[in-house]
């Protein structure tokens, strides 16, 4: 868990008395970006040099939070990564309380493009060391379960350009039926055609 000592302002208290539900985001992005620009093993290794993306926020309100000299503890938990996200766990609290959770979604973003990129081998250790046990097996279980899948289809593919032979047809017992030739029911002789009647058109 990286957890973060933050005060909570004055200037963010609404006319009811306690901290604005909008002002509170506000606490879960610095918590996210003190882990991730902050933390002296992303500083010292250079991890997310062309920062990160806000792709998504998922907020529950616990409990109303007031404005006290006490900070907040802003906890910070990896629930799981993709291929270029993190989608990281953030609990606001103090003392006992938690007056707010949130699942945000981190996207690692690419200088040239402006857009998401996949995660380096280094950033991905350095967040898997922030799972929780449980997070960590199930994320483990779905790589070994994507390695086998992958070994399976590579074993039933068949390479190409061997050649393949076709499976033989199944032998009936019935003798197919034979077309009899026309007229071989009347000895050979065919039957002799009806004339065909002409219309003629009636005068007057």
């Not at 005060?7 to 882990?35: C, F, K, M």
């Not at 629930?79 to 309380?97: I, K, P, T, W, Y």
């Amino acid at each position: 868990m990286h957890v973060l000592s933050c005060p909570t302002r004055w200037s963010d208290v609404d006319e009811n008395g306690h901290i604005n539900n909008a002002r509170l985001v506000g606490y879960i992005q610095e918590g996210i970006y003190d882990l991730f620009c902050h933390h002296e093993t992303a500083v010292r290794e250079s991890l997310f040099p062309s920062g990160f993306i806000i792709a998504r926020h998922e907020i529950d309100y616990l409990e109303q939070l007031h404005h006290r000299p006490e900070p907040l503890a802003v906890r910070l938990t990896v629930e799981r990564l993709g291929r270029s996200s993190a989608q990281v766990e953030v609990n606001v609290c103090r003392d006992r309380l938690t007056y707010m959770r949130a699942r945000t979604v981190v996207v690692a973003r690419d200088r040239e493009s402006g857009r998401s990129r996949p995660l380096s081998p280094a950033e991905r250790v350095f967040l898997s060391a922030f799972m929780t046990d449980g997070a960590r097996a199930q994320a483990a279980l779905a790589a070994t379960t994507v390695t086998a899948a992958t070994t399976v289809t590579t074993a039933t593919t068949v390479p190409t350009g061997t050649p393949v032979t076709p499976a033989a047809a199944p032998v009936s017992a019935t003798a197919p039926a034979q077309r009899v030739p026309a007229g071989a029911a009347t000895g050979g002789l065919l039957p002799a055609r009806r004339p065909r009647r002409r219309c003629h058109a009636s005068a007057g």
